[in-house]
Nanobody, 124 residues
């Protein structure tokens, strides 16, 4: 019954920053593992990062390490993806995902619930 809704996407120039938000309803974030994925045009969905239900051991894809940061506000049932130093290669539809149980945080098939996605376009 978990529903997710992403927001905050848009167009930015290379080197710019953007913060994506994901609002979850139906379950508290303290009981959910939350993941961020992205799908570039013509390519498969790929892992960006994830925060386990415990809130620690946050994981990121090598391509976004040191540039992207995941955080959450349990009281607001919100998860955020702060993106800095954006590059054209980051252009994609970004998705928020959630699951009560996750075996393999980096695999899209591990997640039970998905948002509709939000477009991020980075110009060169």
């Amino acid at each position: 019954q978990v529903q997710l809704e992403e927001s905050g996407g848009g167009m930015v120039q290379a080197g710019g920053s953007l913060r994506l938000s994901c609002e979850a309803s139906g379950r508290t974030l303290s009981m959910l593992t939350m993941g961020w994925f992205r799908q570039p045009p013509g390519k498969e969905r790929e892992f960006v990062g994830a925060i386990p239900w415990s809130g620690d051991n946050i994981q990121y894809a090598d391509s976004v390490k040191e540039r992207f940061t995941i955080s959450r506000d349990i009281a607001k049932n919100m998860v955020y993806l702060q993106m800095t130093d954006l590059q054209p290669e980051d252009t994609a539809v970004y998705y928020c995902a959630a699951s009560r149980l996750v075996l393999g945080l980096r695999r899209p098939t591990s997640y039970e619930h998905w948002g509709q996605g939000t477009q991020v376009t980075v110009s060169s």
